[in-house]
């Protein structure tokens, strides 16, 4: 199939428009009176069917009908998948831990909120889902429709790396400076198993999995 050339110019706004569209809304600076999030199972459950899948299908249709065999290829489950999403898991969850030892000693006095683990089995399952959808949808957006707009519109490599970590990050402003950092450090883990593997699944699955471990654990 033949792929649409892109000006570097309109691979940029386009990329921008949907960042703008999908995530700018979200963001906000963390607030410092907040020291406990509750999960609420229907909030959680509305953000899935109406913000989390509505995305998800959009961007795959994009791709699709650019190029079907793109996202075949993307979505492709093999033993590497497996092994290095186990990898990226690992990867990232030890970046968690060692910016949290070492926030002991910078910040001291910064305690960042709570959130609570579900409540009842309903409540798991929804988490569970959301965890994954959630991780999807941003490994999606953030590695396979950005890395392939800025690739076909002749955007060097790492730029393109280095800008979807960024956009990420800032994603996770509300989180405060640690775990604005934690998502720029796992972010960087997501792009560099996602470009050696070319698999979505790797970063999704280990995403998916930290997502899980920070509700289980009310992190």
């Known amino acids: 199939m033949h792929v649409k050339k892109e000006t570097p110019i309109s691979a940029l706004v386009e990329a921008f428009l949907l960042y703008w569209a999908f995530f700018i809304p979200g963001i906000s600076l963390p607030h410092t009176a907040v020291t406990y999030i509750p999960f609420v199972t229907v909030q959680e459950l509305y953000r899935i069917v109406f913000y989390d899948v509505p995305v998800i299908t959009l961007l795959l249709y994009i791709l699709w009908r650019e190029d079907k065999s793109l996202v075949r290829s993307k979505f492709t489950v093999n033993r590497q998948s497996i092994y290095w999403s186990f990898i990226n898991f690992l990867l990232i969850l030890g970046s968690a831990l060692f910016i949290s030892a070492i926030a002991q000693y910078v910040l001291p006095a910064y305690k960042p909120p709570l959130i609570q683990a579900p409540q009842t089995p309903p409540a798991w399952i929804v ?31 790492m730029a393109g790396n280095l800008l979807s970590i960024l956009l990420f990050s800032l994603c996770h402003l509300y989180e405060g400076p640690l775990g604005t950092l934690n998502a720029g450090l796992a972010s960087l883990c997501f792009t560099l198993i996602y470009r050696k593997t070319n698999s979505i699944h790797s970063p999704a699955w280990a995403h998916g999995l930290y997502n899980l471990l920070a509700f289980a654990c009310g992190i």
């Open 127 to 157: 988490m569970i889902i959301g965890s994954f959808a959630t991780a999807y949808l941003e490994e999606i957006f953030f590695r396979l429709y950005l890395l392939h707009r800025f690739d076909t519109a002749g955007i060097k490599s």
